[in-house]
């Protein structure tokens, strides 16, 4: 399915874009997800409008100060009301049609025209090279289940970017040094043991965190991998990486510094661009690494 791209201040119908059922027990976790962030309290809880300090540097210093740009994970529209407010022309796309619809409604509110799209990241519901510009905010890749998805979600995301289109995103780090990282390490141990043991255990790849279906949380699937795998699949899709930083960082005015960004405690800012036409034919579009076999080297 098309949809227009988003512009004119009109609204469209909420589509729903079923989950992929194509992929086994990743398509499971996909539906859990779905689940936890359709959970009234959830929706409530992301409820409140405001750009991050971070966010509004970052989109001052690398976006176009007009444009069509798409909100992926877009909640309920955290991002999306403000950046419409802003002047952009803005698409919030979220897998959870409650959040969706929530944000349509803040939105409404606040006078700020916008287009909201039930979808999917893996799969988006747009042509070729329509956004100039890509959010992920707030670690959403991480809750797409497995590193090969979530290559396709970065190849599915330079598709609909326009050449010189821009990307921010955030996540995690394996390695950052904060209070979460005993249990990440636990979880890898947990990880190594099962397969050393060959017992099964839910998770199946570094960095999976998986809660139960008949738990009542927000986040049933979550990967913290290391950004030098985000890194690398960039490069591999084609992407430049522009800037790269932890948030704190960013908010201090820290200079950039992959090392100390990596090891830092808060989320890290990527911001990527799609080359421009000229070198955008020697890139590789389709070019994530099938091969790579996601490896705990990768995240030590
Ligand atoms: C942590 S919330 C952040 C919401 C919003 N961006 C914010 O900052 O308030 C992550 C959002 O990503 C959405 N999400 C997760 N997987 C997705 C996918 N495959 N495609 C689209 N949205 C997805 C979730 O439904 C959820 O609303």
Redesign the pocket.
């Known amino acids: 399915m098309t949809t227009e791209p988003p512009g004119s201040g009109v609204e469209s119908d909420i589509d729903v874009a079923p989950a992929d059922q194509s992929v086994g027990s990743k398509a499971e976790l996909?539906r859990r997800?779905?689940m936890?962030?359709?959970r009234s309290w959830v929706v409530r809880k992301?409820s409140s409008i405001g750009l991050w300090p971070s966010e509004q540097l970052l989109l001052n210093r690398f976006l176009p100060p007009k444009g069509l740009f798409l909100?992926?994970?877009?909640?309920?529209?955290?991002?999306t009301v403000p950046l419409a407010l802003l002047g952009y022309r803005v698409c919030g796309?979220?897998?959870?049609a409650p959040?969706c619809r929530r944000g349509r409604i803040l939105a409404r509110r606040a006078g700020a025209p916008s287009l909201w799209t039930v979808?999917?990241?893996?799969r988006l519901p747009f042509d070729d090279g329509v956004f100039n510009g890509v959010?992920?905010?707030?670690?959403?890749i991480e809750?797409?289940p497995g590193a090969e998805?979530k290559q396709r979600?970065l190849a599915e995301i330079w598709r609909v970017l326009e050449p010189g289109g821009v990307l921010i995103f955030t996540t995690h780090a394996f390695e950052a040094f904060n209070k979460y990282l005993p249990f990440r390490l636990r979880q890898f141990g947990r990880l190594l043991v099962s397969r050393l043991l060959d017992q099964g255990i839910e998770e199946t790849e570094v960095g999976e965190v998986i809660a139960p279906a008949e738990e009542n949380v927000e986040v049933y699937y979550l990967q913290v991998i290391s950004p030098r795998r985000y890194r690398r699949w960039l490069a591999n899709i084609g992407f430049n990486l522009e800037f790269y930083n932890s948030r704190s960082r960013v908010e201090q005015g820290r200079r950039p510094n992959r090392f100390l960004a990596d090891l830092d405690a808060d989320f890290k800012f990527y911001v990527a661009r799609k080359p421009d036409l000229e070198t955008t034919a020697e890139a590789n579009p389709h070019g994530f690494d099938q091969s790579e076999a996601p490896s705990p080297e990768d995240d030590r």
């Open positions: 996909k997800v779905q936890g962030y359709s992301y909100d992926l994970g877009c909640g309920a529209g955290r991002t796309v979220d897998l959870a959040m979808g999917d990241a893996e959010l992920f905010s707030y670690n959403g809750l797409v998805a979600v």
